[in-house]
């Protein structure tokens, strides 16, 4: 999928859960840290009422994003059914107490 050569992140939040609707790396930047810098830095700012992230695993580009979330500390929330041959996920990470 060509979505550019700028790296962007989008966030939704609701009550005391925000959700992640789209995180994308182009494929020259990936590996380099981009991601994890990202999702971080609106870790480090977001609202106080957050509790808990969440967001819907897909493979974008014949690439498994799984093992990306899982280093950043995201874990299986739920399986879903496969949408167009593609397995989802909904993972999630608890934020610690700020
Ligand atoms: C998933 C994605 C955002 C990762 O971005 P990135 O900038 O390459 O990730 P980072 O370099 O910050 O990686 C952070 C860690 O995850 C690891 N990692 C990243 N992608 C990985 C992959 N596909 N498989 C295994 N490990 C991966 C890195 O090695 C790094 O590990 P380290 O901290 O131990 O060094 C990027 O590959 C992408 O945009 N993919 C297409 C869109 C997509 O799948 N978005 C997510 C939809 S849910």
């Known amino acids: ?16 859960e925000a959700w992640i609707t789209w995180l994308y790396v ?8 981009v991601g994890r810098r990202m999702v971080e830095a609106w ?9 808990k992230i969440r967001l819907l695993a897909a493979e974008v ?12 500390g995201f874990h299986d929330d739920a399986e879903l059914p496969w949408v167009d ?9 608890t934020l610690p107490d700020r």
């Open 1 to 16: 999928m060509n979505f550019g050569t700028v790296p962007f992140l989008s966030v939704r939040v609701r009550d005391d």
């Open 26 to 33: 182009p494929p020259g930047l990936r590996r380099h840290g």
């Open 43 to 51: 870790e480090a700012h977001a609202p106080a009422c957050v509790r």
């Open 61 to 72: 580009d014949d690439e498994d994003p799984i093992p990306f979330w899982e280093k950043l």
């Open 85 to 93: 041959e593609v397995p989802m996920r909904v993972m999630s990470r």
